[in-house]
T-cell receptor, first 113, second 117 residues
C-alpha cells in the first residue's frame, strides 16, 4: 500500500538557520506532491505543490524539491523564524484519485530565538 | 472572506451515543472532504462529496459512520453508537474543484475534537 514517511522526531533549530524536512514515499508514483502546515488546534494550510516533472519549486522563503527516482521530497525554510514553528505535513494524492489525499504524520519544527 | 467552519469545536459524548458534526464549506466550493486525525498522525481520508453526492466513501471505517450533503453546501458527519476508538479530531475541507483541474487546493476547517468517554 502507499506509504509516506516523515521524521517523527521534532526538528529544533536556531532562528535564522535553514530548516530541512524530509518526506519519503513507497509503492507509489504520484503526479504531484504537496506540503501543508498545521498549527496546534488548527486545520492544515496548503503551502506548496510540486509536479513530477518539476525538480524544484520556490515560494518566498520556502523551497521544495521532488526526486521521483529516490521517491523523496525535501522541504526547506530559509532564514527561519519562531513563527515558522509548526507541524509540516507531506501530502500525496491517492493513486488514480483526483484530490483524495494521503497525509504523512508530519514533522514538528521548533525554531528557537 | 469566510473560511471553512465546523461546529461544534469540541464534543464530549458517552460510549454508545449518537453524534452529528457539521461543516460549512467556503461558498461556491463544490468539493467537500471529511478527514479524521488522531494524535500524532496526519489526517486520514473518510469521504468525498462532489456536489450533493458522495463520490467516494471508501475511507469510512464502518457502517456506524455516515455523511450527507443534501443541498451541496453544508455537510453533516453522523456517527452512531460511538466507541472510545472514535475519539479524534474530525476535519472538513472544501475545494472549488476547478473544471479539468486535478490539483485543487483543499481548504481546511479548524476541526471538531470528539471525545468518547
Amino acid at each position: 500500500s502507499q506509504k509516506i514517511e516523515q521524521n517523527s522526531e521534532a526538528l529544533n533549530i536556531q532562528e535564522g538557520k535553514t530548516a530541512t524536512l524530509t518526506c519519503n514515499y513507497t509503492n507509489y508514483s504520484p503526479a504531484y506532491l504537496q506540503w501543508y502546515r498545521q498549527d496546534p488546534g488548527r486545520g492544515p494550510v496548503f503551502l506548496l505543490l510540486i509536479r513530477e516533472n518539476e525538480k524544484e519549486k520556490r515560494k518566498e522563503r520556502l523551497k521544495v524539491t521532488f526526486d521521483t527516482t529516490l521517491k523523496q521530497s525535501l522541504f526547506h525554510i530559509t532564514a527561519s523564524q519562531p513563527a515558522d514553528s509548526a507541524t509540516y505535513l507531506c501530502v500525496l494524492p491517492f493513486s488514480g484519485g483526483y484530490n483524495k489525499l494521503i497525509f504523512g504524520a508530519g514533522t514538528r519544527l521548533a525554531v528557537h530565538p | 472572506g469566510a473560511g471553512v467552519s465546523q461546529t461544534p469545536s469540541n464534543k464530549v459524548t458517552e460510549k454508545g451515543k449518537y453524534v452529528e458534526l457539521r461543516c460549512d464549506p467556503i461558498s461556491g466550493h463544490t468539493a467537500l472532504y471529511w478527514y479524521r486525525q488522531s494524535l500524532g498522525q496526519g489526517p486520514e481520508f473518510l469521504i468525498y462529496f462532489q456536489g450533493t453526492g458522495a463520490a467516494d466513501d471508501s475511507g469510512l471505517p464502518n457502517d456506524r459512520f455516515f455523511a450527507v450533503r443534501p443541498e451541496g453546501s453544508v455537510s453533516t458527519l453522523k456517527i452512531q453508537r460511538t466507541e472510545r476508538g472514535d475519539s479524534a479530531v474530525y476535519l472538513c475541507a472544501s475545494s472549488p474543484q476547478l473544471a479539468g483541474g486535478d490539483t485543487d487546493t483543499q481548504y481546511f476547517g479548524p476541526g471538531t475534537r470528539l471525545t468518547v468517554l
